[in-house]
């Protein structure tokens, strides 16, 4: 996603008293972006990533389960 060169002050210019200043994006730009990156295949991994990341999450509690339960 588009960021503003602001975002990211040089060490210089984050030292100086400048007051902030409110950023404002334009909505049907943003959500067209939000639309493209969508439809890319890195948001596509990053989904995968999180389904994967997910069952490690849950095979781990699974385990810890299996470990702490005298019954089974």
């Known amino acids: 996603m ?5 975002s990211h002050p040089s060490e210089n210019e984050a030292d100086s008293d400048q007051p902030l200043v409110e950023v404002r994006y334009f ?4 959500l067209r972006e939000v639309k493209r990156d969508r439809a890319s295949r890195a948001f596509a991994m990053e989904k995968l990533d999180q389904a994967a990341i997910t069952t490690l999450f849950e095979q781990q509690q699974l385990r810890a389960r299996r470990e702490h339960d005298p019954a089974k």
Do not use: F, H, N, Y
């Not at 588009?2 to 602001?6: G, K, L, R």
């Not at 909505?27 to 943003?30: D, N, T, W």
């Open 27 to 30: 909505l049907p730009a943003l």
């Open 2 to 6: 588009a960021t503003p060169q602001d």
